[in-house]
């Protein structure tokens, strides 16, 4: 059988961001050869969280899943949205009883392919559960249902944190792909035990800016120390993420290359602020 060819697409900032993924991702798809597409959102409204309306305007572009991270809360409405939405992921080492779901699997014609989002305790606000044991449980018991095609967004602010999860799922997933930093690394590989690993996916958003936010302000607040607002950049826009080819027999990923490319938002589709 073919692989699962797999789009994952990094932290979305913005308007910018978000109006270039939802363009692109019909197109990308048919390019591509796409049978499966993953996004993170957590910074699609407005530079900080997601709403219910730009996750349903994700979905509807063809995203299979949407991840999310430390910002997942920040628009209070996305609160209710959840138990509704079982392809939206909160990272999954939240306490027992947190809306939402650190997983989910889904059908594809080439085999079920399981989700997973978990987010790094270093540096990391707010303070969760242990990724590790949390994401090793939940590979372990999708692995015991026969679902061998896991692919792990592992939201983290630290290198070191996500290198040593992609180690410590080494032959237990499919694939790990950092985010959170917004900016693509160069370090794709496959790992011994078969596992494709990237420490950071990169950001999907504005090119002429710091992590997506104005460059003028970022830099004011670096001179200066004065507290100021961070308003989301223009100009043209920069799709990244990953590529990932899994073997949907035995979960191991057969190829792993970086996504990256200029967009021109100008040719972006109309949506809501």
């Given at each position: 059988m073919d692989p699962v060819r797999i789009l994952f697409l990094?932290?979305?900032v913005g308007e910018p961001g978000?109006?270039?993924v939802i363009e692109q991702l019909p197109g990308l798809r048919k390019e591509l050869g796409l049978d499966f597409i993953i996004v993170n959102g957590e910074n699609a409204a407005g530079g900080r969280g997601i709403t219910p309306r730009i996750a349903i305007d994700l979905l509807r572009a063809g995203a299979a899943v949407i991840t999310t991270g430390d910002h997942v809360w920040?628009?209070?409405e996305i609160v209710d949205y959840f138990p509704t939405e079982p392809r939206l992921l909160r990272p999954i080492n939240y306490p027992e009883g947190t809306p939402g779901s650190g997983s989910v699997v889904l059908d594809t014609p080439k085999g079920k392919v399981a989700v997973l989002q978990g987010q790094g305790r270093s540096f990391m606000q707010p303070p969760l559960e242990?990724?590790?044991i949390g994401l090793e449980a939940e590979a372990a018991r999708l692995r015991s249902e026969g679902i061998m095609m896991i692919f792990v967004d592992f939201h983290a602010e630290t290198t070191s944190e996500k290198i040593a999860m992609g180690w410590a799922l080494d032959g237990k997933v499919s694939a790990v792909v950092g985010t959170h930093t917004h900016v693509q690394t160069a370090d794709e590989r496959i790992l011994?035990?078969?596992t494709g690993c990237l420490t950071d996916a990169g950001m999907c958003g504005p090119e002429f800016s710091v992590l997506g936010r104005?460059?003028?302000?970022v830099v004011w607040r670096f001179r200066t120390g004065m507290p100021t607002r961070f308003p989301?950049?223009?100009?043209p826009v920069r799709l990244c993420g990953a590529l990932v080819d899994v073997d949907p027999e035995s979960g191991r990923?057969?190829?792993l290359a970086r996504f990256n490319r200029m967009i021109d938002p100008s040719q972006a589709a109309e949506g809501e602020v």
């Open positions: 990094g932290d979305i978000r109006k270039a920040d628009q209070q242990n990724p590790f011994p035990g078969g104005s460059h003028e302000s989301i950049a223009s100009g990923c057969m190829a």
